[in-house]
T-cell receptor
């Protein structure tokens, strides 16, 4: 079974600074999707960014970008110019036949 | 608004009881997924349906069952409830069976007393 590991239970960043959240996964597949979801205190699951494994180019969405290392099975999320509204739980997810999530990283943003 | 509707939003019940959680997927989405999120935990995959058929099963207890109806809405039935079943239950939907992006409902918060 595919597993997703987020090794940082908690991270903290100063407002306007940059933070990187780590994610590794285990799979024998060559074609799959990877995602980062954000879960604010409201508990709603919000898609932050997605990456197709067949694409070599790293995905970016405004202040959010990923570093996708397929051979290393690594998929980190970089948040630039951090804002107070970025404070949330962040979940890394792997998707092939279904979607599996990591345990999450709680991000705190300090003013 | 993701377009996925879950009811009820909150539910309080007693141990040993049975409850049904309902999910209406986004218009056009054929695939429905159920996840359980216990307090401060990640999302545990329970089960997936595609166009009425069970497609994938995760760590779903035998006391739990689900189905997807011809109109594509889905129900998750939880029986013989235990205190440990207290959690947020998410439904998500997608167009395809092999998932691209999932669209999540707001969740149903179940409290078992």
């Amino acid at each position: 079974a595919q597993t997703v590991t987020q090794s940082q239970p908690e991270m903290s960043v100063q407002e306007a600074e940059t933070v990187t959240l780590s994610c590794t996964y285990d799979t024998s597949e060559s074609d799959y999707y990877l995602f980062w979801y954000k879960q604010p205190p409201s508990r709603q699951m919000i898609l932050v960014i997605r990456q197709e494994a067949y694409k070599q180019q790293n995905a970016t969405e405004n202040r959010f970008s990923v570093n996708f290392q397929k051979a290393a099975k690594s998929f980190s999320l970089k948040i630039s110019d951090s804002q107070l509204g970025d404070a949330a739980m962040y979940f890394c997810a792997y998707s092939k036949n279904d979607m599996r999530f990591g345990a999450g990283t709680r991000l705190t943003v300090k003013p | 608004d993701s377009g996925v509707t879950q009811t009820p939003k909150h539910l309080i019940t007693a141990t040993g009881q049975r409850v049904t959680l309902r999910c209406s997927p986004r218009s056009g989405d054929l695939s429905v997924y159920w996840y359980q999120q216990s307090l401060d935990q990640g999302l545990q995959f329970l089960i997936q349906y595609y166009n009425g058929e069970e497609r994938a099963k995760g760590n779903i207890l035998e006391r739990f069952s689900a189905q997807q109806f011809p109109d594509l809405h889905s129900e998750l039935n939880l029986s013989s409830l235990e205190l440990g079943d207290s959690a947020l239950y998410f439904c998500a939907s997608s167009v395809l069976a092999d998932t691209g992006e999932l669209f999540f409902g707001e969740g149903s918060r179940l409290t078992v007393l």
